[in-house]
């Protein structure tokens, strides 16, 4: 049975300090263009709480490797720089094997 690593996203412990995407994009690019993250902070509306959303970058360029692929699991880097909880690793079994 397969594991696969996801992200949990805890968007009412979001700050919008922004520090997940300038951590992705700086190991995507060797610089900081948060435009390139693979993670955006996102306002619904005015004066709303901020929500942190995953996109299709991300997708492509996933930093978290599976234990399947790698005995060394991989903290993906804006779970490493979210210093409030936002975001959570967490591990799926997945049953479709
Ligand atoms: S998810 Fe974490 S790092 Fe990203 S903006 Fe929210 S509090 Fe900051
Ligand atoms: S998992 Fe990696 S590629 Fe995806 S948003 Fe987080 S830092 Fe960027």
Do not use: Y
Not at 63 to 79: H, L, N, Q, Y
Request: with cysteine; aromatic share 4%.
């Amino acid at each position: 049975m397969g594991k696969a690593i996801e992200i949990r996203i805890n968007s009412e412990q979001c700050r919008g300090c922004r520090r997940c995407a300038l951590a992705c994009s700086w190991g995507k690019e060797g610089g900081v263009n948060p435009r390139k993250a693979g993670i955006k902070i996102h306002k619904l509306e005015k004066g709303a709480k901020d929500r942190p959303m995953i996109n299709q970058q991300c997708e492509e360029e996933f930093c978290g490797k599976t234990p399947f692929e790698d005995s060394e699991k991989r903290v993906p880097r804006c779970v490493e720089a979210c210093l409030f909880g936002a975001l959570e690793l967490v591990e799926e079994v997945d049953s479709s094997e």
